[in-house]
């Protein structure tokens, strides 16, 4: 093992070490602590937990690569994965959080009355959430192996063993404070190199600032060479399916269950609302400085690569060549490297930046750290949504509504073994590339989830019946849509990763029909969706309105 | 406990409703329309920070524009509540009795 490849491992074992010493300070003693961390965390520290939970493996890694070798097309993920939060949090966190439950299967069978539509909607959490992990761990594997010249496989076991002691011991409560600590370790380890980056290139130590010229730089290059410009729209793909990705991943951020249940850890729907906007503001941190490593990562390679003679190409690169992240050929046969012989891997930017900077062995550590953090804090808040489904929706709810605290808190640390267990084998040998299966699990999300749990706040009107047609009807049209588009059937130009306008529609469609062709639910049940319309001081019955202000105390 | 005013309850509502609304239909504009609407502002040359207007929109100015939506809900929603007469201590006894499901 060289120098480098220990420094590293140091670094990632000391987090291990932090992580777990977390979660045995802040061990889970009954159901709500394990689920919701009896909903007692501060809306600031909760904003940068939900950080944490929502930059992933892919957040992390591979985000700034894609808007690299996409151009402004790559911009629709930056755009839809924060946009998510604005619909989050005007439409959903705050009514959900009134209505005062552990899981998202929980809010849409008691909203509804209906154990057949927590029953789906358990099931659809779990796979929505599987599909999401396997990317999580597959991502962490990468990692790990290359740092330690491992076979990726070996790197995902070793996430799985660490992420299934934390996960099962703290349950939310140790979550919520490890991924308060992995949000600081990402985002010091994404800003860093880019800081310096930018100072070496352009000295101002300001990224955000300066990489505008770059972009314009780039165009230029590109036009020189014959390629269609950098910042030039709908260049990989038409504009239908930009908007449609857009919405997708808007929708599938607003209804994945792991991110829901962030804001049942708060107190109430004003902590929700400044949840919200914390979260939002420590996850602009990164996806900001995504387009400049995409910006500054390009200039270098088409400054300091393309053009040059092959055997002289820069040190960086041959480390990167022999993990096969790089490949070049010659097919022109004149000993200079053009663009078209160059194969760069997403995956690449982020993590070589540190050697292309130069910025020394620490710094290399610290990013292979930050992104074991971006993969392990997402697994953790995905584990803890994959067993609630199991043990608390569908084994305390629907199967014995009678088991002591102490079962269920039993049942939940299983849960979460055995889901990290199934999801570590799947991931050995995952099917297809991390970005594309977390792009389908924002389709099934937004098609399963959102109009369902949208018109469930906000119609009082809507019935059980409707609900279990729209996400059926949704998960349906989505997943069909899928396997058509891999197929090579498409429908306005629009690809598999934008599904989800075509399941959010059916399930729309079909929960207003449905419910309107259902006879009206039961007064009780509309007078608890009425109620969601105000603070929690004020309580909707029998269409009056009171306001407890403590005077019959 | 003391009774209200539907009428003064669904102002509320309406209020924060109109909040949601506008708040919305700016984040949308500026996501949305301007992806809409990008070959012809790249076809314009207008430029922000350096780069092409539509580049910027999407790479910054979209999601500056959400962060600064979703601090002006925060503190307007609180400012209506407090003119509502909401006191955050007794939602917080209230929402803490509930939880135990």
Do not use: C
Request: net charge negative.
């Amino acid at each position: 093992m060289d120098q480098q490849s220990l420094v590293s491992l140091i670094l990632i074992l000391l987090t291990f070490a932090l992580y777990i010493g977390i979660s045995i300070y802040n061990r889970a003693k009954v159901t709500s602590d394990f689920y919701v961390a009896s909903r007692g965390i501060p809306p600031f520290w909760n904003g940068m937990a939900i950080g944490g939970d929502w930059m992933s493996a892919a957040s992390f890694i591979g985000m700034a690569g894609t808007v690299m070798m996409l151009g402004y097309d790559g911009l629709a993920y930056i755009m839809g994965w924060t946009g998510g939060y604005l619909l989050l949090t005007f439409l959903l966190a705050p009514q959900l959080r009134k209505y005062g439950r552990f899981t998202v299967p929980e809010f849409i069978g008691d909203r509804f009355d209906s154990n057949p539509a927590r029953l789906i909607a358990a099931i659809a959490t779990i796979i929505i959430s599987f599909t999401y992990i396997i990317g999580q761990l597959s991502g962490s594997g990468v990692v790990i192996g290359r740092l330690l010249n491992l076979p990726a496989s070996s790197g995902v076991m070793i996430g799985v063993v660490v992420i299934a002691i934390y996960a099962s011991l703290g349950g939310m409560k140790g979550v919520t404070w490890t991924q308060v600590a992995q949000y600081m370790i990402l985002i010091t380890a994404y800003i860093i190199p880019i800081v310096f980056m930018s100072l070496q290139i352009t000295g101002n130590p300001l990224p955000w600032l300066t990489y505008g010229n770059f972009v314009t730089e780039l165009g230029a290059i590109d036009q020189e060479l014959g390629l269609s410009e950098y910042f030039a729209p709908f260049d990989e793909s038409q504009r239908s399916q930009f908007l449609a990705l857009l919405f997708t991943l808007m929708v599938g951020t607003a209804a994945l269950p792991h991110v829901i249940v962030r804001f049942y850890t708060v107190t109430t729907m004003k902590a929700a609302r400044w949840s919200g906007a914390w979260a939002l503001l420590f996850i602009a941190l990164l996806y900001l400085s995504a387009p400049a490593y995409a910006a500054f990562s390009r200039f270098v390679i088409m400054t300091q690569v393309v053009g040059q003679p092959i055997d002289e190409l820069p040190g960086w690169t041959e480390a990167w060549i022999n993990t096969g992240l790089l490949e070049i050929a010659d097919t022109s046969e004149d000993g200079t490297l053009h663009w078209e012989d160059l194969f760069i891997h997403e995956d690449i930017v982020v993590m070589a930046t540190p050697e292309i900077a130069n910025l020394g062995m620490f710094v290399v550590g610290l990013v292979a750290a930050g992104a074991m953090a971006a993969a392990l804090s997402t697994a953790g808040g995905l584990l803890i949504t994959i067993s609630s489904s199991f043990a608390h929706d569908i084994y305390y709810r629907l199967l014995r509504p009678n088991a002591s605290d102490k079962k269920r808190l039993l049942a939940g640390r299983i849960a979460i073994v055995a889901s990290t267990i199934a999801a570590g084998v799947i991931a050995l040998d995952p099917p297809g590339v991390i970005t594309q299966i977390i792009a389908w699990a924002f389709a099934l999300a937004g098609g399963t989830f959102f109009p369902v749990l949208f018109l469930g706040v906000w119609w009082k009107r809507m019935t059980a019946q409707g609900a279990i047609a729209g996400m059926l009807g949704g998960l349906g049209v989505t997943l069909g849509y899928i396997f058509l588009s891999m197929a090579g059937v498409t429908l306005f130009g629009i690809q598999d990763t934008g599904a989800g306008v075509f399941g959010v529609a059916a399930n729309l469609i079909l929960v207003v029909v449905v419910s309107l062709l259902t006879p009206a639910p039961p007064q009780k049940l509309q007078d608890e969706a009425v109620d969601l319309r105000y603070p929690e001081q004020m309580t909707y019955k029998d269409g009056e309105v009171w306001i407890n202000d403590g005077s019959d105390k | 406990m003391r009774k209200i005013d539907k009428a003064t309850a669904d102002k509320y509502f309406r209020i924060r409703t109109t909040m949601i609304i506008v708040f919305l239909l700016i984040g949308f504009s500026v996501s949305y329309g301007v992806a809409f609407f990008a070959e012809s502002i790249n076809a314009s040359g207008a430029m922000i920070l350096g780069m092409p207007a539509h580049y910027y929109m999407g790479a910054q100015g979209a999601v500056v524009t959400f962060v600064v939506l979703l601090f002006l809900n925060a503190i307007i929603s609180d400012y209506v509540d407090k003119k509502f007469g909401i006191d955050e201590k007794q939602n917080v006894q209230i929402s803490g009795g509930a939880s135990d499901h």
